[in-house]
């Protein structure tokens, strides 16, 4: 590397940047040095949103290359890197992602889709159609295509999410068809993956403790560790166990509602009786 870079021509053209100039956040990743022996910055990148914003502060880059065709290919592909590595982390228009709903019975999973728009901006009042395809047995005569609708989020703007719960273990494939809100379709995006919900509850033998003191918490309930067991039993005849029924009965046969009925037919009697009506 070092005989590569004594043997480049010396560079003409700077445009000198104080390492005191540099933004906060910024980060220098190379440096030239000049005659007195002093060092400037050459290349300075900065987050930008969710990409990269960069700085090549060589103002002939691309002059001492011109003299040899196996440097001049070199110097390409590190432009092409370059410009690869800048734009690497940018999100798609539209990214589809697949989430599992945590502590779910069902093993349900959570479908992500992100819309944006041609400046990358969310896109709201989208409509999102998803497929979902089961990739186990295509040769079936049966079909194995799932529609989904996803809904538009009310924390997150271009999120629409829904629920789909795979009831056979296999690999799955779903596609986001998005269409903007003139019903024209503005781009597609897929992902897949795969599920053994058989395989995901008896993976682990130990009791998930956690999740039964929330169940446990949430209705009501408690824990009774083995050693309590049997006092346990002994004060279940003196606990209150709660006891919900549902019943219904007519309106009519409260006393209020009859009461208040008969005052308004008698209410009405007098009110005859009085304008001579009756």
């Known amino acids: 590397e070092k005989k590569r870079l004594e043997s480049l021509v010396p560079f003409q053209t700077l445009n000198v940047v104080r390492n005191s100039d540099i933004k906060p956040g910024a ?18 990148v900065q987050r930008f949103g969710l990409g990269r914003s960069a700085a090549l502060l060589l103002g002939d880059f691309w002059m001492g290359v011109l003299h040899d065709e196996a440097i001049h290919r070199d110097r390409d ?27 779910d019975p069902n093993q349900a999973l959570q479908i992500q889709v992100r819309a944006r728009d041609k400046k990358f901006l969310p896109l709201d009042n989208a409509i999102i159609r998803l497929t979902v395809q089961t990739m186990t047995n295509l040769s079936s005569k049966t079909t194995n295509v799932i529609h989904l609708t996803a809904e538009q989020s009310l924390t997150e703007p271009g999120l629409y999410e829904t629920t789909f719960i795979p009831r056979d273990a296999g690999a799955y494939r779903a596609e986001a068809a998005v269409l903007d809100p003139n019903g024209a ?25 956690a999740l039964m003191e929330t169940i446990a918490r949430q209705s009501g309930g408690e824990m009774v560790a083995l050693a ?20 219904s009965f007519p309106l009519w046969h409260t006393p209020v509602i009859f009461l208040l009925a ?17």
């Open 185 to 209: 379709e503005a781009g597609r995006a897929e992902v897949g993956w795969t599920a053994d919900p058989a395989a995901e509850e008896f993976k682990s033998l130990k009791p998930n403790r």
């Open 27 to 44: 980060s220098v990743l190379a440096t030239v040095t000049d005659q007195n022996n002093k060092s400037h910055p050459a290349l300075v």
């Open 228 to 247: 309590r067991l049997d006092e346990f039993v002994r004060s279940l005849p003196d606990r209150k166990a709660p006891v919900v029924e549902n019943w």
């Open 262 to 278: 008969l005052a308004c037919f008698v209410a009405e009697w007098g009110l005859r009786r009085w304008k001579g009506l009756a």
């Open 77 to 103: 592909k590190a432009w092409r890197q370059l410009v690869r590595w800048m734009v690497a982390d940018v999100p798609n228009r539209f990214d589809l992602q697949v989430t599992p709903v945590k502590n």
